[in-house]
């Protein structure tokens, strides 16, 4: 086992920390604090704070004060305003300290926004386990009758005309698909193969299939990030998790809106106790009713649904995104929901 480096643990850390000297410019700050200020180390080193840190109830005088007095400083519920965002429900901590005979302040911030998302993810996570037991039994009901739809399509094939048969081999195609997902959930051993994939030729590949199925009423609306590099997943359960998500985002629209896929890369991301420096967010925004309150906390659960639908594909996407070491996180209100994907592009742990 390798010794620690402690400036590799401090950076692991979720609590924003940055260190000041008396003129008030940064001397360091960790990742999570590059992530609050949207601002690098290397852009941020040896300039003004506040040039970054534009309003809110941390201000100079404050840190002057915390200078002059050697003393330390605790500030709850706390604004913070920087150039980019608006963060509330803070938690600052000043301590004045002497490093290499310099003296300095150092800032730990936490904000409640983090805190909630933390209790959140580990509730998604406790969702996920019980909803996979559930999953693999509902998928021994599953295979019989995807089985008969197979032989069907197939008898159906040698009597529609050739100029038809294509939509007979799609209900084949996707049906030796589902067998397989049905397979991987039944035995837990048998995992897919992991490789690395622009993330965009799947995006690409449940747009496509999704708009062959979509009425021509519901507006479809790409948002994607070029820049985003490869990444190392299971491509095909990824794929089946994008279109559940993608069916999900329809049936709340009832026929009628706009859905948005979005792809973005996130800096500092927690998904229960391990943090990851960089990971690739997947969104599924529609500008549906939104989900109720009395079903957010249990949307994931299998069978439990706000539509006629079966309930299903939520509870078979968080499972099968959690086998890829991600996660799905959803934020709804009226007139816009959003379900994202997060999938690990650096580890932060292995620091690849």
């Not at 439990?304 to 996660?327: C, E, M, P, T």
Request: net charge negative; charged share 25%; with cysteine.
């Amino acid at each position: 086992m390798k010794p620690f480096n402690s400036d590799h643990i401090t950076q692991l850390l979720q609590t924003a920390i940055i260190v000041i000297d008396e003129s008030l410019a940064v001397l360091w700050l960790n990742d999570a604090a590059e992530a609050l200020l949207a601002q690098s180390m290397r852009r941020l080193e040896k300039q003004p704070l506040f040039s970054s840190l534009i309003a809110g109830d941390l201000n100079e005088s404050l840190l002057q004060q915390c200078f002059l007095q050697k003393g330390q400083w605790q500030l709850e519920d706390a604004t913070l305003v920087t150039v980019q965002e608006e963060w509330q429900g803070c938690h600052i901590s000043l301590n004045y300290q002497q490093y290499e005979h310099q003296p300095v302040v150092l800032i730990e911030i936490m904000c409640a926004r983090e805190q909630l998302g933390i209790r959140k993810e580990y509730q998604l996570l406790d969702q996920n386990k019980v909803s996979l037991s559930m999953v693999r039994n509902l998928a021994h009901e599953i295979k019989n009758p995807l089985s008969g739809l197979r032989g069907a399509a197939q008898l159906l094939s040698r009597k529609v005309p050739d100029d038809l048969s294509r939509f007979t081999d799609v209900i084949v195609g996707e049906a030796d698909r589902l067998q397989n997902l049905v397979d991987r959930m039944l035995i837990p051993a048998k995992v897919e193969e992991r490789q690395a994939i622009n993330i965009h030729q799947l995006t690409e590949r449940a747009m496509e299939f999704f708009e062959l199925q979509s009425d021509s009423r519901t507006k479809l609306i790409r948002d994607y990030d070029p820049s985003l590099p490869d990444i190392n997943i299971a491509k095909e359960q990824v794929y089946q998790a994008l279109l559940n998500l993608l069916n999900n985002a329809h049936e709340a629209l009832e026929q009628q809106g706009q859905i948005i896929l979005r792809t973005r890369a996130v800096h500092q991301h927690s998904i229960g106790p391990k943090q990851y420096r960089l990971m690739l967010r997947i969104d599924v925004e529609d500008n549906g009713p939104g989900i109720s309150d009395d079903l957010k906390d249990v949307i994931f659960f299998p069978t439990i649904s706000g539509k006629q639908s079966s309930g299903l594909g939520l509870g078979i996407a968080q499972s099968l995104v959690r086998q890829n070491d991600g996660i799905i996180e959803f934020d709804s209100g009226s007139g816009k929901t959003c379900f994202s994907i997060f999938l690990p592009i650096i580890d932060a742990a292995s620091n690849r």
